[in-house]
């Protein structure tokens, strides 16, 4: 297999929720919370770039990468050197109107919930606080209330685009980065009578395509100018597949028509266009791609959230399906670029095989030319958990136990968007499940999971080394489960 398939083969990281390094267990408290991780910043993500280089992952986003306190941006620049040593790129994450501009946190000391911003000229509160005319308005044309590091600015205003281009030209001088992922902000649009006249229509979205054309254009230019060989990615929050039975037309990864696509077109072709491709892949896609789907562009990411805290199925998801078939998917369409969340260790079993078969489909590890699953369970994952057979026994009893957990907040999301657990029976080959385990009282599922328990057990107690740690933490996990069920709140 060749193993250029991919140009750009990424992870995708908030710094707060890293956590590969658990001697400090304490975890951030949400993008805009207090992070206690940053403490451990190198510890994470330099193990992060040693297990890249290992896997042929050439690129690490990190979202909050500038940070005063901790030492913040001696720790960034410690690792960009890291990583360019090892051959990964550190992509700092950086929003134009949005996410805190290029410097995320400017507090050196006091950084709890409630501690004051301060000061620095590429923190875009700092920007606005200086310049309030210049911020986003909503929709009864008042300023938005959001929290210092949500603070959004207007997009058709030039003086914010042109803070914005002094700000990217001194993280490339003074940082010494790579590359970027830039996004123009996903949680609110501009209200003002300049953004609404260039909008037209897509008022009821959380962001617009048209804010994207001039601001990634510009910023673009002022990076390659700087660093030629630089990473330019810019978030489209877009599919570019078909919607087929999607029924969300507008919003975090839809699929854009046609039109949307033609304005795209006018982003510079050294651009990388990233598309949010969780609603195109899987066991149960609502969107379609095939042939058909095209992007107007030459470099493309397409990436998902599979195995992430973003969604339902939360850091544990078993995602091998997913992130299988995007990648094929990707190398099928001649997509060269793909992303997945990099936040979880590989110590635990499900993010460590999401990582193998994104790394594996991409033309590293084993060879897999055709990106077969049976050739990934066989020559991969069966070595890893005891033999023959071993990784699927692993993977249902895990699923099974994973359905078993549903909650009822999420038996009710289930029954009203199947494609978030009934497309797990498919991996498992068993109809039905979750229906019949929604049937079920909480000491029938209780005594099911035990049941889970003992095979697990059966199987660990005879194996030693690693395979025997991947069934423990299986054994472990489930008994959490079970505890759920014995213990049920009514
Ligand atoms: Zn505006």
Known sequence: MKQDAFDYRVLWTWDYCTFWDDSNFIRGFGATGENKRRRSFLDDYKRMVDFCAVHGINGIVIWGALRAHND???QLKDLVRYGRMKGVRILPGVGLFSYGGVYYDARKNNIGMTAPPEYHPYSLHSWLKEHPELSAIAADKKPYATGFLSD?????????IEWFKRALAWLFQEIDVDGVQMEVGDYAVCHCDLCEKKRKGHENSVFCIEDM??????????????????WAICETYSSFASPHQDNKREGFGAAIDEKQKSLLRALPQETIVQWVMDRAVGLAPLQKWDEYSSTPFKNNISRIHAGSQHTLHGPDEWA??????????????????????????????PSEANYLIFSEFS???????????????????????????????????YISGHIARLNKQLQTKTAKDPRHFHPLHLAIDQPDLVDIVCSMSSQERQKYTLKLIAETHDISSKLSGESCRRWSWLENWLWRAEYLHRTIIT
């Open 320 to 349: 091998i399906h997913s992130i299988g078939d995007m990648v094929q998917k990707s190398r099928q369409s001649a997509i060269n670029g793909i992303s997945i969340f990099g936040e979880e260790s590989p110590a635990s079993p």
């Open 152 to 160: 959004l600015a207007c997009p058709s205003r030039i003086e914010n």
């Open 213 to 230: 054309i001039e601001p990634y254009t510009i910023a673009c230019d002022v990076i390659k100018s700087i660093k030629p060989d630089a």
């Open 363 to 397: 033309g590293y590890g084993n060879p897999n030319p055709n990106c077969s699953m049976n050739t990934f369970y066989a020559q991969t994952l069966d070595p890893l958990y005891g033999g023959s057979g071993m990784s699927r026994e692993w993977e249902r009893i």
């Open 72 to 74: 913040g941006e001696q």
